[in-house]
Every structure is written in C-alpha cells, then in structure tokens.
C-alpha cells in the first residue's frame, strides 16, 4: 500500500528537517518538493513513522504495511505540476517493484478518517487514476453507502458518518457539500464492485 500526505509545512526543507529530526518522532520514504524535487528518507523496504493510527481494509497498522509519500503542500493551494510529475515518475516503478494494485494507493485520510484531511481537497486523485496510479469511480446505481465503504476498505466500524462521508468526499468530492446524496451512494457502490478491499 502507498500512502499519500501533504506536509502542511511553510517549505519543504522545514518539512524534511522536521522529517530528519527524531524528537518528532515522524517519518516517511520520501518527499516531493514544490519544484519535483524528491528526497528519500527511509528504505521502501523499511518502516516509516508516517501514518499513525488507522486503517484500510484488513490492515491495521498501516506503517508496517505502506510506503508513505509526502507532498510539500500547506494544503490550500493546488499542486504544482512539477510535483504531480514527480510523484507520477516515483509511483509507476514502485507499484511495479511491490505488486502494489492501483487501489491500495491511498490518501492519510482515508486510513485516519476522523484524523486527518491529507492530502486534501485539492490533490488530484483523477489524473493519478487515469495514469494508472489510483483508481476513480464512474456512477452506478445507489447502494448502501457504510457497507459499500467497508468494502473499499474505509474502517466504518471505527468513525461515525459524519466523518466517513468527509473523508470519502476529501478524495472522490472534494467540492461536495451537504448531506449524504445518491452520487455519493453511486460512486461508493462502483468502487466496492470493482476494487473490494483485499
């Protein structure tokens, strides 16, 4: 599994310093820079302290089992192209090397539901999909959303609706407001049917 973050830091050399330094207690295999610049920071074959508590299907401590990316990105402003360059360039190979499947390319918020909102309502989850390094739903018929989610992968019996439903849309939404509606049934019923969490 990859996880995606965005370091809600000022730059990201202050991202990497903090990443570099061990009272924080924090790390991750790599970070991508504003301009494309990537540095790796621990072995992908090495645990990194990036995901915290959470889960996504089956798995239960996410940092044993994921590779974690994080993007140099306060969280308000869209990524640059350089960057989504770079991550592109940097995930093909890997999802190649770790027999990683497109859909167990995630974002922190959707192992941390009721957590965290990174990498955010403006990172491009689409253009990752259509590259082959995510995946995006197309409408289907309303289903039931909390089972459907469960399926994905989403850990339903850890979060109230609320806060599925704000993490399901950060990622798959990220403009959507207001309560629970049939796009957000559909979009769920096509993903549990086509990528069911393993």
């Not at 973050?5 to 050399?13: C, K, L, N, V």
């Not at 704000?166 to 096509?190: I, Q």
Request: glycine share 8%.
């Amino acid at each position: 599994m990859v996880v995606l973050h965005y370091t809600a830091m000022h730059s990201a050399e202050a991202a990497r310093a903090r990443l570099c330094a061990p009272e924080f207690e924090v790390s991750a295999h790599y970070l991508i820079a504003e301009d494309g610049r990537i540095w790796g920071m621990v072995a992908e074959e090495h645990r990194a302290w990036h995901a915290g508590a959470g889960a996504w299907g089956a798995v239960r401590d996410v940092n044993s089992h994921s590779i974690g990316i994080e993007l140099a990105n306060r969280g308000d402003h869209p990524f640059p192209e350089p960057q989504m360059r770079a991550l592109e360039c940097l995930l093909a190979p890997m999802l190649g090397r770790w027999s990683i499947p497109p859909e167990r390319v995630v974002g922190h918020s959707d192992t941390a539901i009721a957590r965290k909102i990174d990498p955010g309502p403006r990172f491009d989850w689409h253009r990752l999909a259509r590259r082959g390094l995510s995946v995006w739903p197309t409408p289907a018929s309303p289903g039931d959303f909390l089972q459907d989610c469960g399926r994905v992968g989403y850990d339903t019996a850890q979060v109230g609706a609320e806060d599925l439903l704000r993490a399901f849309r950060l990622r798959f939404r990220p403009m959507a407001t207001g309560a629970l509606d049939d796009r957000d049934r559909a979009l769920a019923a096509d993903l549990a049917a086509r990528w069911p969490a393993r």
